[in-house]
T-cell receptor
Framework: ETGVTQSPTHLIKTRGQQVTLRCSSQ?????VSWYQQALGQGPQFIFQ???????GRGNFPPRFSGLQFPNYSSELNVNALELDDSALYLC?????????????FGPGTRLTVT | AQKITQTQPGMFVQEKEAVTLDCTYD???????LFWYKQPSSGEMIFLIY??????QNATEGRYSLNFQKARKSANLVISASQLGDSAMYFC?????????????FGAGTRLFVKA
């Protein structure tokens, strides 16, 4: 059974650019959540997708958007990058939407905005 | 509003000794889940232990146990027989199950250092 994978591992972008981060869920998981973790802080919930629909959203502006595909892989898109978007972006998949103890995290993508 | 508070930015423990990492929470949900994650320097969040708000017994998973005191709104993690590999960041987190269970709130974390 493969775990959650994310790509790329590291990314450097310039302010104002757009970025797409990818996540492949663990086999059999239909729910994926995205988190932003700034240096020295805990993860902040961005949004969750369940069966290709956005299921809930945290306090992030609309320039943070996402997609979930029929195979339950997912993308996080960030437009008009700002310096404060520099962070570790984590995705987590779970087999059921409301099962809190079965959320498995990927290794993250480290985004640096210059 | 939901909130998780971890008041210990850093903790030191001698190898083979036990250590308690503190966590207090605030929520208006009647039903919620509490859990702890370990984050090594590699960045990946590793699930350690889960406690449901209606579970009467404290959760245990190997060397990890969760000291759940609902009236005090605390969910402290106890690691017994610390090992060098336990050195990492530890995050307490909560999800309110009444709201559909989609939003997980994390604390700021505690960095644990295990000394040989």
């Amino acid at each position: 059974e493969t775990g959650v994978t994310q790509s790329p591992t590291h990314l450097i972008k310039t302010r104002g650019q757009q970025v797409t981060l990818r996540c492949s869920s663990q086999s059999g998981h239909n729910t994926v959540s995205w988190y932003q973790q700034a240096l020295g802080q805990g993860p902040q919930f961005i949004f969750q997708y369940y069966r290709e629909e956005e299921n809930g959203r945290g306090n992030f502006p609309p320039r943070f958007s996402g997609l979930q595909f029929p195979n339950y892989s997912s993308e996080l898109n960030v437009n008009a990058l700002e310096l404060d978007d520099s962070a570790l972006y984590l995705c987590a998949s779970s087999p059921r939407r409301t099962e809190p103890d079965e959320q498995y995290f990927g290794p993250g993508t480290r985004l640096t905005v210059t | 509003a939901q909130k998780i508070t971890q008041t210990q930015p850093g903790m030191f423990v001698q190898e083979k000794e036990a250590v308690t990492l503190d966590c207090t929470y605030d929520t208006s949900d009647q039903s919620y889940g509490l859990f702890w994650y370990k984050q090594p320097s590699s960045g990946e969040m590793i699930f350690l232990i889960y406690q449901g708000s209606y579970d009467e017994q404290n959760a245990t998973e190997g060397r990890y146990s969760l000291n759940f005191q609902k009236a005090r709104k605390s969910a402290n993690l106890v690691i017994s027989a610390s090992q060098l590999g336990d050195s990492a960041m530890y995050f307490c987190a909560m999800r309110g199950l009444n709201t559909g269970g989609f939003k997980t709130i994390f604390g700021a974390g505690t960095r644990l250092f295990v000394k040989a």
